[in-house]
């Protein structure tokens, strides 16, 4: 990359696209939170947290690292130099999750828009694709601006959830910390948690194209941890004002803002939550679509067209949102998501840490190549 990258785009991009893949559905309700750091109490939920943020620092800077290293900025090319022929396992466990989580976001940006407005659920899953869409087919830089901007408005917003909390039950949030709980199963929920979104250090490998060397690289990873975690941290220690009560709740994030009494941020925050989605959407459906365009350009030597990234993205949303529903395949996926999370650390994590950490190591001194 050339060296009018910024400081920006080489250290904190990264990070902040990492976090608007793995934000979207349950962690900006609060829900995986309830679900996986909850049962081991106040102080086991944040060890867990903590752990889970580690796991993603080590595995971004391993995968940024190694695709400086290799110059593999796309999906494709990342695991055909990892694995070799067997790189076609990485892309059918990833459409079988694109499939689900499109889905899943379809549905959840469809309540939103209807718990916002009144509007039938259809009206909010068409905006989401829309944006997702839209956003999608102007590439790189459209997307980039998208993590960058949405990124900041985010954080805005959990800042304030923060603020308001301790001022309306802050209380309830410090006395939730003192009791001696006990703190069993919180490396299970920590590592389980890391595992299950661990995927989106790839799907974010076309924001490493601005590494200008593998220190960068490095930095960049260990940042990623930290920004994708600290707006559920937040969100976490919130949530204890309610402890044990609010595990149970399907939408912790609403419940609690019903605390709160303020309509207006009611509706920020869902705002907010909708973003969300269209990030993780944008996300998913850009990693594709950058796979694709590498493809257009060996064969065509030019990049690829905004129209067709636009239709790819579009067959994506209508295959998944609504013909994959319609025919039971999202249900059926579901069932097997857990197995389709083994199968990215049996594909991605434990090549990276065992054959690419060998790699890396060999080629320490070396400058970033290209490997067949």
Known sequence: MSGRSTWFQRYLLPGLAFKS???GGGYATGRELAEFFMPSGPWGGVEGMLLAMLIWSLVCAATFMFAQATRSFEYQRFFRTLLGPLWGLFEAAYVLFLVLILAVFGAAA???VQAMTGAPLIVGTLCLMAGTGIVAAFGNGAVERLFKWASLFLYSVYALFLVFSFSTFGDRILSGFEPEVATTGWALGGLTYAGYNIVGAVIVLP??????????????GVLAGPLAMLPALLFFVCMVAWYPSIATETLPSDYMLRQLGRPWFH?????????????????AVHAINERVSAAWRARRQSGLPVQARLLIATVLLVGSIFIAD??????LIAQGYRALSWLFLLVYVLPLLTLGGAWLWRHRSAPATAVP
């Open 267 to 283: 509706l920020l925050f869902q705002a907010m939550i909708f973003l969300a989605l269209l990030e993780s959407g944008v996300g």
């Open 207 to 220: 924001v490493a194209r601005h590494f200008l060397s593998r220190r960068d690289a490095l930095v960049a």
């Open 21 to 23: 893949v793995v934000i």
């Open 110 to 112: 469809g309540a939103i």
């Open 326 to 331: 319609r025919f039971g395949l999202v249900a």
